[in-house]
């Protein structure tokens, strides 16, 4: 059969429990005999530090400027890290993805419409968008002791304009959960849901090429 790879998407706003359930999932997974990696955005690269560098100071960029370091950052991604891993057969976990630069730059007074049409142009949709939804309070409230803080994006009056953006996602491609919930329960619904996923994808692709069986 021919390798069928997946890409799943946690979001949410800082705090929410995004890393810790991307590395949770794919655990999971691995465990259970799939090949699973892992990326997250901003990325390490050249764009994923300039951004890092900027968001060490609250205005250092416009959300112009932000939203163009986002978009070099996750082409990046998408041709040296996703694409290769989905055309390879695994499943790809991501920890934030363009509905990240809908949502936080979109606070900030872009039009959400337009910041997903031109991510749209070259990113890979994704077959699952998990969207962990948490008050802005709380979810800094979990991150306070972190040793860098990233002054362009956490701030509660600004947080919950982002958290607004990211609850009006809508469609089959998403499923919101409360992130207030234990992290085990998050965990199980997240790893059942993307089973699911993989079992109806991997139909389909032996359902398309029978004779790859």
């Not at 890393?19 to 799939?34: H, K, N, P, Y």
């Not at 997240?190 to 994808?201: A, S």
Request: aromatic share 8%.
């Amino acid at each position: 059969m021919r390798k069928t790879g997946a890409l799943i998407v946690i979001e949410g706003i800082d705090g929410a429990g995004k890393s810790t359930q991307a590395r949770t999932l794919v655990r999971r997974l691995r465990a259970r005999g799939f090949e699973a990696a892992v990326f997250r955005e901003p990325t390490r690269g050249r764009w994923g530090r300039e951004i890092r560098r900027c968001a060490k100071e609250a205005g250092s960029l416009t959300p112009e400027q932000e939203l163009d370091l986002f978009l070099k950052d996750r082409r990046d991604n998408v041709e040296r890290n996703l694409a290769p891993a989905l055309a390879a057969g695994r499943i790809v976990v991501l920890d934030r993805y363009y509905f990240s630069s809908i949502a936080y730059q979109g606070a900030k007074g872009l039009d959400p419409a337009r910041v997903r049409r031109l991510n749209e142009r070259f990113a890979i949709r994704p077959d699952l968008v998990f969207v962990l939804d948490l008050g802005p309070g709380l979810g800094l409230a979990r991150i306070a002791g972190r040793k860098t803080r990233d002054r362009l994006f956490e701030r509660e009056a600004y947080l919950r304009k982002v958290r607004r953006i990211f609850r009006s996602f809508r469609g089959r491609l998403f499923v919101p959960i409360d992130a207030r919930q234990d992290r085990r329960a998050i965990a199980k619904v997240i790893l059942d849901r993307t089973l699911k996923v993989i079992v109806r994808k991997r139909a389909l692709a032996r359902a398309k090429h029978p004779s790859h069986s």
